[in-house]
C-alpha cells in the first residue's frame, strides 16, 4: 500500500463495508468496475494487459461478467499503473 500511497501522494486507510456502499453503490464483495454511486478513478495493474479476457464483479458477490482488459480500460478511463516490487 506504500507505493500506492506514494503514488496518490495521501495515506489510505481500508473502507469498512458501509463506506464501500455509501460511495459505490454496492457491498463488498460484488463492486464493479463502473456505475458507482460516486465518480470513482480506475488504477489497472499492468499484469491484467496479459490476459485476453478476465472477469469482474458485476453488482452482486454472486455474480461476474467478462470482459477484454481493453474494454475494462475504455470503460472506466482507468489508468494503468504499476506498483508491486520487481
Known amino acids: 500500500m506504500m ?3 506514494a503514488h496518490l501522494g495521501e495515506k489510505l486507510e481500508k473502507p469498512d463495508a458501509g463506506y ?3 460511495v459505490t453503490g454496492f457491498a463488498i464483495g460484488g463492486v464493479p468496475p463502473v456505475g458507482h454511486a460516486q465518480a470513482l478513478e480506475a ?3 499492468p499484469d491484467l494487459l496479459q490476459y485476453e479476457r478476465i472477469y469482474a464483479a458485476a453488482g452482486t458477490p454472486f455474480a461476474l461478467f467478462a470482459l477484454s482488459p481493453e474494454e475494462l480500460l ?3 478511463g482507468g489508468r494503468v499503473v504499476a506498483l508491486k516490487s520487481d
Open 20 to 22: 464501500v456502499r455509501q
Open 74 to 76: 475504455a470503460l472506466t
Open 3 to 5: 507505493r500506492l500511497e
Open 43 to 45: 488504477l489497472i495493474d
